[in-house]
């Protein structure tokens, strides 16, 4: 018997794997379900967790890797629901129906698929748990991902809030998390795309850096601990500030006025005239 073990899907690359290696260094046992079998045993075989090929889209695959954690583990003590993938895209008048369920099934029914079946461990066994879901930025507006992948991350949103009310008697925590853009293959897929995308950044994101994998997984690791005990049905946003920036319209008012070196008072319409100083 192991201390804590959880279940990671999407393990095998990116924010998954990150939030493997974060876990393992704090000496959680580890499950990677990821569909990639080649960087899925790689990355289990580096990271020191096991490894199970899992399309998470499969009620059977999914049952199959919580039975295989519990079975391996003696305990499931969280569920990071995590693989994706950018899905259906192009103009809402040409998608084909299949594509668009298919993003759904890979998106949404995943998380459904690991809440059903890990709450189902964790409740059997007594002891709670914790469950993570990786929503998206893209939840929360129409700019930040394609309409399919966007309409799913906003389910995964609202299914966390749902859980969460449904699993707290069992002291089953449900939360999520909200990436920004995070620099792993699936926003960024390698050098020049990863330059195109710093620069578009670096105007929108206030935060110099670009997100890493890391990053994510850290905010992971805290809802998955013990100083998590009173969060549930709540979201992190891990965006170095996109989302909190908002629409960044400053622009079509002149500019930053900080950054005219420009501060006072604006009076509106009053009649009343502002006061300016030059700082
Ligand atoms: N990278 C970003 O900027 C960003 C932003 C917001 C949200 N996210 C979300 O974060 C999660 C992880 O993405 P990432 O950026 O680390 O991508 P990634 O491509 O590096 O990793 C995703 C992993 O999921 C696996 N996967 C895909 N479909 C699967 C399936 N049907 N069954 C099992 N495994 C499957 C892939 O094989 C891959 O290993 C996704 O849910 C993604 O939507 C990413």
């Given at each position: 018997?192991?201390?804590?073990?959880?279940?990671?899907?999407?393990?095998?690359?990116?924010?998954?794997?990150?939030?493997?290696?974060?876990?393992?260094?704090?000496?959680?046992?580890?499950?990677?379900?990821?569909?990639?079998?080649?960087?899925?045993?790689?990355?289990?075989?580096?990271?020191?967790?096991?490894?199970?090929?899992?399309?998470?889209?499969?009620?059977?695959?999914?049952?199959?890797?919580?039975?295989?954690?519990?079975?391996?583990?003696?305990?499931?003590?969280?569920?990071?629901?995590?693989?994706?993938?950018?899905?259906?895209?192009?103009?809402?008048?040409?998608?084909?129906?299949?594509?668009?369920?298919?993003?759904?099934?890979?998106?949404?029914?995943?998380?459904?698929?690991?809440?059903?079946?890990g709450a189902?461990?964790m409740r059997?066994?007594?002891?709670g748990g914790a469950i993570?879901?990786?929503?998206?930025?893209?939840?929360?507006?129409?700019?930040?991902?394609?309409?399919?992948?966007?309409?799913?991350?906003?389910?995964?949103?609202?299914?966390?809030?749902?859980a969460a009310?449904e699993l707290a008697a069992d002291r089953i925590r449900v939360?999520?998390?909200?990436?920004?853009?995070?620099?792993?293959?699936?926003?960024?897929?390698?050098?020049?795309?990863?330059?195109?995308?710093?620069?578009?950044?670096?105007?929108?994101?206030?935060?110099?850096?670009?997100?890493?994998?890391?990053?994510?997984?850290?905010?992971?690791?805290?809802?998955?601990?013990?100083?998590?005990?009173?969060?549930t049905?709540?979201?992190?946003?891990?965006?170095?500030?996109?989302?909190?920036?908002?629409?960044?319209?400053?622009?079509?008012?002149?500019?930053?006025?900080?950054?005219?070196?420009?501060?006072?008072?604006?009076?509106?319409?009053?009649?009343?005239?502002?006061?300016?100083?030059?700082?």
């Amino acid at each position: 018997m192991t201390e804590r073990a959880a279940l990671v899907t999407g393990g095998a690359s990116g924010i998954g794997r990150a939030t493997v290696a974060l876990l393992r260094e704090r000496g959680w046992s580890v499950v990677v379900a990821d569909l990639n079998r080649a960087t899925g045993t790689a990355a289990a075989e580096e990271l020191g967790a096991s490894f199970s090929v899992v399309d998470v889209s499969s009620e059977d695959d999914v049952a199959g890797a919580v039975a295989r954690c519990v079975d391996e583990f003696g305990r499931i003590d969280a569920v990071v629901n995590n693989a994706g993938v950018g899905g259906a895209f192009g103009s809402l008048t040409e998608i084909d129906v299949d594509e668009w369920d298919w993003t759904f099934a890979v998106l949404v029914r995943s998380v459904f698929l690991g809440i059903k079946h890990g709450a189902r461990a964790m409740r059997a066994a007594g002891n709670g748990g914790a469950i993570v879901n990786t929503a998206s930025v893209a939840a929360k507006s129409g700019g930040a991902g394609p309409q399919a992948y966007s309409a799913a991350k906003a389910a995964v949103l609202n299914l966390t809030r749902s859980a969460a009310e449904e699993l707290a008697a069992d002291r089953i925590r449900v939360n999520a998390v909200c990436p920004g853009l995070i620099v792993t293959p699936l926003a960024v897929d390698g050098a020049a795309a990863q330059e195109k995308a710093a620069a578009v950044m670096a105007r929108r994101q206030p935060w110099p850096d670009m997100g890493r994998p890391e990053d994510v997984a850290e905010a992971i690791g805290f809802l998955v601990s013990d100083g998590a005990r009173f969060v549930t049905g709540e979201e992190i946003t891990v965006d170095g500030g996109l989302t909190a920036a908002g629409p960044r319209m400053h622009e079509a008012y002149g500019g930053r006025p900080g950054e005219r070196g420009l501060t006072g008072v604006n009076r509106g319409s009053t009649g009343v005239p502002p006061t300016i100083r030059r700082v």
